[in-house]
């Protein structure tokens, strides 16, 4: 069923750009704001790494990688539902644009000339919105609501205001703000009463007092083949020592429950497929030199080595049996996340409760929410980008109804 109407979107990244698609398709009148020169910068930013859109694990699985305050289950899972992995694939190959899955799961395009760019899609897609009538107004900064509940936005030195019948704000989170997800709108939010989690680092390096010799040796250096656990979490991967902490994928995927520690560690094995008892027969009749002697023979990177013997509050080693259960179990303390700015992506935003069943602000009605801006978060892997797709889809078709209703 076609929809009258004129809606705008505010942000034009992942979830904007889609919601733009589902309004323009169910027949709205769409103009997509951005503040910067052009739309998708955080999406070509992503694309660096090769474009991970979503994941191919079973949606069941898929639907435990995301978390958030009170996400509401039932809500969430219809979201997700609706646009699902398979469907952003048949998205992209509508567009002309194949996909494969990773061993990892991650799904990507398929490479051209053996390199995987976002540039191609974004083009094509972006193309797909101004035949589809899209109206483009970049370079526009919004600045929150007029007493009539207009529009206010900065364009260069003028300040303009531009009524719509409906809105969806897609503004994204508050990391990679040099792309224009800067997270200012929470003050526009707050100030007329909507509750919000504050934005706060997700998908992010981990930072470490580190002693000055352990650094002079093993910053830079990886660390392979841990398990690391956090609170409830665990996961197995692979980090790197760096001056200021550690980064890695296992890191990034632990990060709500770091954040929920009052004190944050990490707490590492670093030979997860051997025991204790087998590490300690391993060295055998060992007396002294236990590091040394562990690095040898238990096969342990030159970063673990560095780390046993510099680590505080540990050793001086006195045994086979000692070494082995640090190695196993060995606490590292963390100081806290690095800044939101560097990180892939942020946790917290606009509260559950402050959304009806249609991502509808309840006290502002009309004004739709997508993406970032709510309080859910995922693991990088292509959950965020599915994440992204799956609510600009759901609050842009739930605008299209809510305008019908009004009509």
Request: aromatic share 8%; net charge neutral.
């Amino acid at each position: 069923m076609k929809t009258s109407g004129n809606i705008a979107i505010i942000g034009g990244g992942p979830a904007g750009l889609r919601a733009a698609e589902v309004a323009a398709v169910g027949g709205a009148q769409v103009t997509l704001y951005d503040a910067m020169r052009s739309v998708g910068r955080k999406f070509l930013v992503a694309g660096k790494s090769g474009l991970n859109l979503t994941n191919g694990e079973t949606f069941d699985s898929f639907l435990k990688r995301y978390r958030g305050t009170e996400v509401p289950g039932d809500l969430w899972n219809q979201i997700l539902s609706d646009f699902d992995n398979e469907a952003l694939r048949e998205w992209a190959s509508s567009l002309g644009i194949e996909t494969f899955v990773a061993s990892s799961g991650k799904v990507f395009p398929v490479p051209v000339n053996g390199t995987i760019k976002a540039a191609p899609l974004l083009r094509r897609w972006v193309e797909r919105l101004r035949e589809l009538g899209v109206h483009f107004q970049t370079g526009h900064q919004w600045e929150g609501f007029d007493s009539e509940g207009g529009l206010i936005f900065r364009h260069g030195p003028e300040t303009v205001v531009h009524q719509h019948d409906a809105t969806i704000l897609a503004l994204g989170g508050a990391s990679w703000p040099q792309t224009g997800s800067t997270g200012t709108w929470a003050s526009l939010l707050e100030s007329k009463g909507i509750g919000i989690i504050p934005l706060e680092s997700a998908n992010c390096g981990w930072e470490v007092d580190w002693p000055a010799e352990l650094l002079e040796v093993a910053e830079g250096l990886p660390l392979k083949n841990l398990n690391l656990a956090a609170g409830d979490m665990s996961r197995r991967g692979e980090l790197v020592i760096t001056r200021y902490g550690l980064e890695g994928g296992p890191v990034y995927y632990l990060g709500p429950a770091l954040r929920a520690q009052l004190n944050p560690e990490l707490v590492v094995d670093f030979k997860p497929d051997l025991t204790v008892a087998e590490l300690t027969e391993r060295l055998g009749p060992v007396k002294r030199n236990f590091v040394r002697e562990a690095g040898r023979r238990w096969k342990l990177d030159p970063a673990v080595c560095a780390l046993l013997k510099f680590l505080p509050d540990r050793g001086p080693w006195k045994s086979a049996d000692q070494l082995a259960r640090e190695v196993k179990h060995c606490r590292i303390p963390l100081t806290g996340p690095r800044p939101v700015a560097e990180a892939i992506s942020s946790a917290g935003g606009v509260c559950w409760n402050e959304l009806d069943e249609q991502l509808m602000l309840k006290k502002i009605p009309g004004v739709f929410i997508a993406g970032e801006m709510i309080d859910w978060e995922a693991p990088t892997g292509g959950y965020l980008m599915q994440g992204c797709f799956a609510t600009g889809t759901f609050a842009s078709k739930s605008a299209l109804q809510w305008l019908r209703v009004k009509a």
